[in-house]
């Protein structure tokens, strides 16, 4: 079982928005602004999306925004294309003997 | 460009031992501390360890911890992990990964490499 509660899975049509939350507690999302969205294609290594919380690298579709309130992060994909559909992570720092702590991932399907 | 490449993956029999291997190359390695993530066959990612810039703070998962060593080299822009009474369920591939920040951490990683599989078993 994850540190970080997701959704197993989310779908849209192209051009839908949607959105992915994660679910923490006061001793990770709740605590720190150390939240990062890391997106995953198939036998890929995961990319970066979002980090804390709401910062895009350079080079990330302006489509893609984080937010978060209280001890739940959110993902949020705008404008949805069949480039979208991949497995989506969230990530934390958190203030146990952990240090980080992912969510157990979403997979994005693009109808 | 900038690169992680590992290496060092393999089968293992469980008690064993393995060292990864993480090259670094196109950025200062230096200057950013680095971290270890796994992610076991099908299965979700799992945080491993993170080594500061200058090697002088290692912290663990608790999974890993008394049986991993998380190391760099700065003048072979390398970073290693040094795994030993490996298990079953140590099975995974290992991305090495450069926390984006720059000297100290704040936690997301914005360069992973492409990892390197690693089977533990009889």
């Known amino acids: 079982q994850s540190a970080l509660t997701q959704p197993a899975s989310v779908s849209g049509s192209p051009g839908q928005s949607i959105t992915i939350s994660c679910t923490g507690t006061?001793?990770?999302?709740?605590?720190?602004?150390?939240v990062s969205w890391y997106q995953q294609d198939p036998g890929k290594a995961p990319k970066l999306m979002i980090y804390d919380v709401t910062n895009r690298p350079s080079g990330v579709s302006n489509r893609f925004s984080g937010s978060k309130s209280g001890n739940t992060a959110s993902l949020t994909i705008s404008g949805l294309q069949g480039e979208d559909e991949a497995d989506y992570y969230c990530?934390?720092?958190?203030?146990?003997?952990?240090?980080?702590?992912f969510g157990g991932g979403t997979k994005l399907t693009v109808l | 460009q900038v690169h992680l490449v590992e290496s060092g993956g393999g089968v293992v029999q469980p008690g064993r031992s393995l060292r990864l291997s993480c090259a670094a190359s196109g950025f200062s390695f230096g200057t950013y501390s680095m971290q270890w993530v796994r992610q076991a066959p099908g299965k979700g990612l799992e945080w491993v360890a993170v080594i500061w810039y200058d090697g002088g703070v290692k912290y663990y998962a608790d999974s890993v911890k008394g049986r991993f060593t998380i190391s760099r080299d700065n003048s072979k822009n390398t970073l290693y992990l040094q795994m030993d009474s490996l298990r079953a369920d140590d099975t995974a591939v290992y991305y090495c990964a450069r926390d984006g920040y720059g000297y100290g951490c704040h936690w997301y990683l914005d360069l992973w490499g492409r990892g390197t599989l690693v089977t533990v078993s009889s």
């Open positions: 990530s934390s720092f958190t203030t146990t003997n952990t240090y980080v702590v």
């Open positions: 006061s001793s990770d999302i709740g605590a720190y602004d150390y």
